[in-house]
């Protein structure tokens, strides 16, 4: 039996737009070669067309879809990658066109998170975007879906019987949301129980390959998927991070933002990204080798917005400072840190400022501590951040002074010891 095509032959096609400058749409259709390469394709060729709007009946004018049909006929292209999701009629009105599967940036998008879930939750949260996205495109898309064989746009849980019927996908969509919910709940459980232990929660966040999971790995000495791609976690991770101090605070690697994320996912991955809502401080990594860091930046700060999770401390960490891109200029309004992820040197420059961020949104404390209580000594190492420790002899005490968190229940224990 033949062997199939591991890598897919595409040809990727973009709509510049007036409100896209020529900068903004090169950089989009960049990272839609990226998108391609990471779900395994092999990109051919890029055509791309300027209009004043899209079209609305096939994305594309009449005279480059056909230009796009003689393209694929001559190259032998397996699918055609479009860069904005299409509506249910533009993808009929191309498929009836193009002798060629067509998949636009959502299905794109959806097809790396499915090979990248890892978790039960990461999983069941793919399949119903690939459900939600499914649904509206049923019509008409038996004959396409009866030979479907896999490949770019179809992986994960998406393909099983797409022809069968609205109410097996609705069902099958209430279904996961009822799962959902439990994983969300236990979630909620464990982080309630985290908030009463008061542990200091710190979450990385930025745009997609900006270097989270390598930062996270070091910091943290975790085994989180550490590659040179897009979306490349998918499943956020928690990990213990000791401060210089020897303060113990919890570390959390989040999914990759993009511009223009699809919506469906947006909801689908908001109970990942709940995480981030419950964080003491942000770290926000930002690429500054990419030449479009300002606008990944950008991106990432909106989602933020819509997560409503501004008020929360935020650090801007830039990373790859050894191959910075030579027109970088920082422009966070927010403390911030240069960087690379990969020296050691660095990552203790971080931890350190990590430090003096939190010092900022906590409370000063001078204690006595009598030797005898060598608990409470111990719970200050790990529970503070523990600036001066020294031990008078003659009254068998330590004197302590450092930082506690304003709620902390240590903070009640110190009362009686205070200076």
Known sequence: MEQKKEVEKAI???????????????YSMEELVSLTETAQGDVLLSVS?????????????????EEVKALVEELEADLVIFNDELSPSQ??????????????????????FAQRARSKEGKLQVELAQLQYILPRLAGQGTSLSRLGGGIGTRGPGETKLESDRRHIRRRIDDIKKQ?????????????????????????????NAGKSTLFNRLSEADS??????????????????????FITLITDTVGFIQDLP???????????????EADLLLHIVDMSNHDYFQHEKTVNKLLDDLEVKEIPQLTVYNKRDIKHPDFVPTAQTPTIFITAYEKEDRQKLKKKIEDVMIEIMDPYQVEVPASEGKLLSQLKNETILRELSFHEEDQFYQCKGYTLKDHQITGQLQKYKV
């Open 12 to 26: 990727l096609v973009g709509c510049q737009t007036i409100d896209l400058d020529d900068l903004r749409f090169q």
């Open 49 to 65: 067309q300027k209009r004043d709007r899209i079209h609305p009946a096939t994305y594309i004018g009449k005279g480059k879809v």
């Open 91 to 112: 993808k009929r009105n191309l498929a009836s066109e193009l002798n060629a599967r067509i998949i636009d940036r959502t299905q794109l998008i959806l097809d790396i």
């Open 180 to 208: 959902l919910e439990v994983i969300v709940q236990h979630r909620e459980r464990y982080r309630e129980r985290r908030k009463k232990n008061k542990t200091f929660q710190v979450a990385i966040v930025g745009y997609t």
């Open 225 to 246: 998927y550490e590659e040179n791609q897009l979306f490349a976690t998918l499943d956020p991770m928690t990990r213990k991070l000791i401060l210089p101090s020897g």
């Open 263 to 277: 919506t469906s996912l947006i909801a689908a991955f908001r109970s990942t990204l709940e995480e981030v809502r």
